[in-house]
């Protein structure tokens, strides 16, 4: 059923003031994430209660959060006095905002034109079968991220994967396997290894 | 005001500034299709099927967004315009599934009329499959995301008639879709299920679960609470179908709650409806013929003439019932002893205000709230309870309005107020007095108002010069600063108003907060003017109606008193009886009085106090000691299990009468469908049972009740039917057929004069909490349910969204007892004890309970305090010590 309990954590429209109540029992904010609680603290000081501060809030909520969590959207929408739907559907319109906490790294493939006549689109969908994700989803142990870009402009390496923020050239199914299986294995015990020293990581940095 | 002349395809109309060029459009009956505008919202342009052309001006714009201008021609069909409309429908039917023969909306669908309209017989682009789910989580209506067409309306109408924005449009292009907030299902969002966006879809997106068309439909009044909505009940035959807003109707404007719109007609043709007159035998009922129920009631009831007779009257039936009931019980049983719910809701306020103004009702109508600057709310869960004037604070507080509110739960309102204080429950008159005494510190005070409408000031200032805002945060638990906000935001506003509700009256000091609340809107002259006044919201869709109409102890219609020889003497000329000068018994008198052996037969209209009284274990213990029970009603309720006879009644879509509703508004229904079986109308059964007892009362009409009513009721003597059906707006007092009622009270001067200020000093409640009894149980209703829940327990929709009882606890209480979320706990008082599921959260504080009392499987009022109110014998249903404990048994289901 409907959970009179807890259900009406929701911010409202047309209000822009916070209700003062006797004491913080129970009030939302005082559950908050501390990270989330603590990137509040600052937007609320520094963007107005206009609905206007709607993207600039997200855009600063996924910088300092890496991602826009629920309670972030909730806790925007509270301080602009809108709907957290509204705040909702602004976000998810726009490519450029997340609403699940990347992996710990982040793989791309290319899919311009060079890399994928170099044999990108079959990389793609090995790598989707290595990780069992479609592009824009996280492995289930939040290690991986995969993305596509349409052109990374590095096609003389074609076809490219990057790794965080390392150009990966030339890269196969076979080279991939290997490195995915080291970024979802973590360092080996007693040594600290980065995925830099991948043995598939040779290319030059761009 | 100058009009704006156009022409629409060659004739000429004239239209207010601010209309649309679609509004001028159909001044001119020309037709323009659409699919995104809908009363009452604002334009929005999304479906583009409305495009016109316009003289002088580029291209094709949509007729619903461009303002109407003085001198446009405008052409609303030609082969270009119908070619553009032809293609946009296309577009919008490329991957709309075809299934329109078993589609729920077939026949209503705008999208089928557009398609219609155009032409359009065949889908011409490539069929697309929308990727969309159903969403059929909740009970009343279904989501079905692949017909939407995206044009929008129920989002608009979630954030424009219902203030809520509980769904917003997502994503973008082909991904697009309405979801809610984390696009979970939506009946886990704060989507309260009014409806609004399932009646304006224009496709089968959104449906309602159980609907026929209608072949013909009825306006009637909510039978619900008392905010007075109207509903368009449709019907097929003999039974309802469908229920939708009125958008006539002058409260709602056709906004309907969950229950209005969901759970209005459902229980109207249950099965289980009574159907003939029931006699109790050895095991169990039989069914009887209406003869022999009456000849057996008359023969018991003649041994039980006078004072070992009472009665118990209903807020739920119309005037007339009410008015005919109170007759009988005077002059055919020789008894002042007629009560009935309102004593448990309300009598504080009908006693206080009286005391204080000389009214005991709202002062100002509800769409006053829109004017206020400020509303003061307190105890009232208005949302949940009175959702309609819920909308308007909403609608106030965005059009600027600051909301002060007292409240111990965290309830809806919280969220868009200025300041929300949660007192302890109890210590209302401590903050109260607390508000004025920094209004009188600060000179905040109305001079004027105080000087020359009101007496008695100086002992209250007197009085509240102890509470100071430290003193009354000891008491009261609200921090002294937001006491102080609060005083200044309501005493410097141009206009405020105070909404309040059975917080405030459901205490053994309910008569003392109602004054306090009097005494600080006079302080303050926030009364007598539109936007202010003291504004109790009524639970009951007609409980001003029976008090009214006399349905009470000590008064006959219209507040006559019975120990006022004048009024007496008047009442027995028009009865031709001699009537009891003594004030009769409460409701919360009748049942000691019962065990006491002085009560020995009991009739009972429409009540189930079986469920709705305090301390029920011994409500039940004096029903069953009773000689003769006789309970009156729609179906077999706990109550009328009771009974030695029970009589089959009418509902409210089945007979006529007219409600007055919590603004003093009276409302004229008219029968929708026929009564099931042989139930009858309540006054008909009055009236032959008080012929077969020998004083015989007959009416021809129900017409004919209200008319002899008139002639004795000062307040109500220009209230006619002929000027209700003429479409009149009346409020009591109308004391003639010219006058045009009285929306707001006091105007020039209070009812009884001057203002009668009264010191109050503050009370704890009469059972604080101990060792043994450590937390506090408050009690009410929820959005969902209605009272005992024996309408609205009855409809799928709402028991889908509702289906059991819970004890509303704080996290940190659960903890103590290792308690989860669903988990059953046992609540225990000095009355008795009760297992139910916790509902875990921060809607109420640490050391206190909330449980509704619609349920019978766990009846609140099992525990609830039958202490009571010295003047108003209300009892305080909203305060009393409980124990918490982890339950083994399972939850009884």
């Known amino acids: 059923m409907k959970k009179p309990g807890n259900g009406s954590s929701s911010g409202k429209k047309g209000n822009t003031r916070k209700p003062k109540s006797t004491n913080g029992a129970g009030d939302s904010s005082s559950r908050l994430d501390p990270a989330i609680a603590r990137w509040l603290v600052a937007a609320v000081a520094e963007f107005p209660a206009s609905r206007s501060s709607t993207i600039p809030m997200l ?148 | 005001m100058s009009m704006l002349n156009l022409t629409i395809n060659g004739r000429a109309v004239a239209v207010e500034p601010g209309k ?50 003085d001198g446009m021609k405008v052409t609303t069909e030609d082969a270009e315009i119908q070619d553009v409309r032809r293609w946009t429908m296309q577009l919008l039917l490329a991957d709309h599934p075809l299934d329109c023969l078993t589609c729920a909306q077939c026949g209503a669908c705008g999208l089928q009329a557009a398609a219609e309209y155009l032409g359009i017989r065949e889908r011409v682009l490539r069929p697309m499959q929308r990727d969309a789910k159903v969403d059929d989580s909740n009970p009343c209506y279904a989501i079905d995301m692949r017909k939407c067409i995206l044009c929008g309306l129920c989002v608009r109408a979630c954030d424009e008639v219902q203030h809520l924005g509980a769904i917003d449009l997502v994503k973008r292009g082909y991904a697009s879709a309405v979801e809610p907030f984390g696009g979970g299902p939506i009946r886990d969002s704060i989507c309260e299920s009014c409806g609004e966006c399932v009646e304006r879809c224009p496709t089968g997106a959104l449906t309602t679960r159980r609907y026929l068309a209608p072949e013909k439909e009825i306006s009637t009044v909510c039978p619900y609470c008392g905010t007075g909505c109207r509903i368009l009940l449709g019907s097929r035959g003999n039974t ?33 409806r009574l159907k003939t007159p029931l006699i109790r035998t050895a095991d169990g009922f039989r069914e009887a013929s209406w003869e022999e129920a009456l000849a057996l009631i008359a023969s018991e009831l003649k041994k039980y003439r006078g004072d070992a007779f009472a009665g118990l009257a209903s807020a739920k039936v119309t005037n007339e019932d009410n008015y005919v009931f109170q007759k009988f019980v005077r002059a055919a049983m020789g008894t002042n002893n007629v009560d009935h719910c309102a004593r448990l809701c309300h009598s504080s306020t009908v006693a206080g205000l009286a005391l204080s103004f000389g009214s005991g009702a709202m002062t100002n109508p509800s769409d006053d709230l829109l004017e206020a600057e400020v509303i003061l709310v307190t105890g009232s869960n208005t949302t949940e309870n009175h959702p309609i004037i819920g909308l308007k604070i909403r609608e106030a507080v965005e059009r600027g309005a600051k909301l002060v509110l007292f409240d111990p739960r965290k309830i809806q309102l919280s969220e868009i107020a200025t300041v929300w204080a949660r007192q302890k429950p109890g210590t209302d008159v401590a903050w109260i007095n ?82 306090s ?83 020995k037969a009991l009739y009972i209209m429409g009540e189930n106090p079986v469920l709705s009284d305090a301390d029920v274990t011994h409500v039940v213990q004096a029903l069953e000691k009773l000689e003769f029970l006789v309970v009156q009603d729609i179906f077999l309720t706990e109550t009328a299990k009771l009974a030695h006879v029970v009589l089959p009644a009418s509902a409210y879509a089945e007979r006529d009468g007219n409600y007055t509703n919590t603004e003093r508004r009276v409302q004229l229904t008219k029968p929708v469908v026929p009564a099931p079986g042989q139930a009858r109308r309540d006054w008909e059964i009055l009236c032959d049972v008080s012929t077969a007892l020998g004083y015989p009362m007959s009416y021809a009409s129900t017409a004919a009740v209200d008319e002899e009513m008139r002639i004795l009721t000062p307040s109500y003597a220009g209230v006619s039917y002929a000027r209700l059906e003429a479409g009149e707006q009346l409020h009591w007092p109308c004391p003639s057929e010219n006058h045009p009622g009285t929306p707001i009270l006091h105007r020039e001067t209070f009812t009884r004069g001057l203002g009668q200020f009264h010191p109050v000093e503050y009370l704890p409640a009469a059972e604080e909490t101990d060792a043994s009894f450590p937390v506090v149980l408050t009690t009410g209703r929820m959005l969902e349910h209605y009272h005992t ?91 009393c010590a409980v124990k918490l404990e982890r339950a083994a048994e399972p939850v009884r289901s």
């Open chain 2, 240 to 272: 309802v179908v469908s229920a939708r807003g009125d958008h006539d109707a002058p409260v709602s404007r056709g906004r309907l709650c969950v229950k209005g719109r969901f759970g209005s007609f459902e229980f109207l043709s249950s099965p289980d």
């Open chain 1, 59 to 206: 855009q600063s909520a996924q910088t300092a959060l890496g991602y826009l969590p629920g309670d972030a959207m909730r806790a925007i929408a509270r301080h602009l006095g809108v709907a957290p739907a509204v705040v909702e559907g602004v976000a998810s319109f726009y490519a450029q905002f997340r609403f699940n906490a990347p992996g710990k790294h982040r793989v791309t493939v290319c899919s311009g034109t060079a890399c994928y006549v170099r044999g990108s689109g079959k990389l793609m969908e090995d790598i989707q079968a290595d990780l069992h994700i479609a592009p824009g989803g996280t492995t289930a142990d939040g290690s991986i991220s995969l993305e596509s870009v349409s052109c990374f402009g590095a096609c003389a390496l074609a076809p490219v994967v990057v790794l965080d923020d390392k150009v990966l050239r030339q890269q196969t199914s076979a080279s991939m396997k290997k490195v995915i299986q080291e970024l979802s294995a973590g360092p080996p015990k007693g040594r600290t290894r980065s995925a830099r020293s991948a043995p598939a990581a040779r290319g030059a940095r761009k």
């Open chain 2, 517 to 599: 609340l009097a005494n600080l809107a006079m302080l303050t002259g926030q009364i007598g003017r539109p936007g202010t006044g003291v504004n109790p919201l009524r639970g009951q869709n007609n409980v001003q109606g029976s008090c009214d109409m006399g349905s009470l102890p000590d008064v006959y219609s219209g507040y006559q008193k019975v120990a006022d020889a004048a009024a007496r003497a008047k009442f027995e000329k028009a009865w031709g009886a001699k009537l009891p000068d003594k004030p009769g018994l409460m409701v919360t008198q009748m049942f000691p009085a019962v065990l006491e052996g002085k009560i």
């Open chain 2, 434 to 515: 607390g508000l004025m005494h920094v209004i009188i510190r600060d000179g905040l005070m109305n001079k004027d108002f105080i000087k020359s409408r009101t007496e008695g000031f100086d002992a209250v200032k007197k009085l509240v010069a102890w509470y100071t805002p430290e003193r009354v945060e000891k008491i009261t638990g609200v921090a002294a600063e937001l006491i102080v906000e609060a005083a200044r935001l309501y005493a410097k506003a141009e206009r405020a108003s105070i909404v309040y509700s059975m917080g405030i009256t459901q205490h053994t000091t309910g008569v003392d907060n109602v004054r």
């Open chain 2, 20 to 69: 649309t060029v679609l509004d001028a459009c159909r001044s001119a009956e020309a037709y323009v299709p659409t699919l995104c505008d809908s009363p009452g919202l604002d334009p929005y342009g999304a479906c583009r099927l409305c495009i016109v052309k316009v003289e002088g001006l580029r291209g094709m714009p949509s007729a619903c967004t461009t303002p109407a201008a």
């Open chain 2, 789 to 879: 829940g024996t309408m609205t327990r009855r409809s799928k929709g709402l028991d889908g969204l509702a289906p059991g009882p819970f004890v509303e606890v704080n996290g940190a209480d659960a903890k103590k007892i290792r308690v989860k979320d669903g988990d059953s706990v046992r609540v225990t008082s000095r009355r008795g004890s009760i297992v139910l599921p916790a509902k875990v959260g921060s809607r109420v504080e640490a050391g206190v309970l909330f449980i509704p009392f619609h349920f019978w499987e766990a009846a609140a009022n099992v525990l609830t305090n039958p202490a009571y109110d010295p003047t108003a014998r209300i009892p305080e249903f909203k305060v």
